[in-house]
Nanobody
C-alpha cells in the first residue's frame, strides 16, 4: 500500500521560507516521478512542481519559478519542496503525489497523471 506523508508546513511571514518533505513507502520510489500540488478552499487543486525519477528534470508552475525548488533523495525515499520568498497567495494545502506509472514522465501538469496522494500539509503565509 502506497503511503505518502508530507511534513514541514506551517505559518510564515511573507518573504520567508519553508521546506516541505514527503516520505514515501510502498512504491518503487526511485523509478517514479513525484509532484507537488496545492489547493485552496473553493478552488481546484493546481500543479506546483514535479521531478523525474532520476531528478534530472524538474518542472514548475509559472508563479513559483525562481522561488521554489523540488528535489529528491532516492536513498531516503523522500521528495522535497524548498519554498523561498513566500507570498500570501502561496497559502494553501500542499499535497505530495506519485506518478501513476513508473519510468518516463512527460512533464504534464495534469493531476490525473499522479495516482497516489498524501494527506496534505497546510502552508499559511501572512502579509
Amino acid at each position: 500500500q502506497v503511503q505518502l506523508v508530507e511534513s514541514g508546513g506551517g505559518l510564515v511571514q511573507a518573504g520567508g521560507s519553508l521546506r516541505l518533505s514527503c516520505a514515501a513507502s510502498g512504491l518503487a520510489f526511485s523509478s517514479s516521478a513525484m509532484g507537488w500540488f496545492r489547493q485552496v478552499p473553493g478552488k481546484e487543486r493546481e500543479f506546483v512542481a514535479a521531478i523525474t525519477w532520476s531528478g534530472t528534470n524538474s518542472y514548475y508552475e509559472d508563479s513559483v519559478k525562481g522561488r521554489f525548488t523540488v528535489s529528491r533523495d532516492n536513498a531516503k525515499n523522500t521528495v522535497y519542496l524548498q519554498m523561498n520568498s513566500l507570498k500570501p497567495e502561496d497559502t494553501a494545502v500542499y499535497y505530495c503525489a506519485a506518478a501513476r506509472f513508473r519510468g518516463y514522465y512527460s512533464g504534464t501538469r495534469e493531476s490525473s497523471a499522479f495516482g497516489s496522494w498524501g494527506q496534505g500539509t497546510q502552508v499559511t503565509v501572512s502579509s
